[in-house]
């Protein structure tokens, strides 16, 4: 199965971007959906899911910036990305796994490149 993020981008301090990721997945309604980023020096860490039942959860520094959004008809995760800091630079990874599955299992797409700079 294939992942394939898209939106990412150069964007000043303040300013707003639009992760999207599609797939093919047949499975895709029942798995939970995440974002993930690494930072440059970074360990990975996870951004915010999408339960298959639509219930999100974020980590706290995006809390109240970043929305998660799922389309299962589109077979489609959105990350809106609101008041982007210096610190959210990083690759941003989709993941997708049954919601049984430890995390960080699945499948992974290729990543999509996101710089907040001034």
């Known amino acids: 199965a294939q992942l394939v993020e898209s939106g990412g981008g150069l964007v000043q301090p303040g300013g707003s971007l639009r992760l999207s990721c599609t797939t093919s997945?047949?499975?895709?309604?029942?798995?939970?959906m995440t974002w993930y980023r690494q930072g440059p020096g970074k360990e990975r860490e996870l951004v915010a899911s999408v339960s298959p039942e639509g219930i999100t959860d974020y980590t706290d520094s995006v809390k109240g910036r970043f929305t998660i959004s799922r389309d299962n008809a589109k077979k489609t995760v959105a990350l809106e990305m609101r008041n982007l800091k210096l610190d959210d630079t990083a690759t941003y990874y989709c993941?997708?796994?049954?919601?049984?599955?430890?995390?960080?299992?699945?499948?992974w797409g290729q990543g999509t490149q996101v710089s907040v700079s001034s």
């Open positions: 997945l047949t499975i895709f309604s029942i798995c939970t």
């Open positions: 993941n997708a796994r049954l919601p049984s599955a430890d995390r960080e299992t699945g499948f």
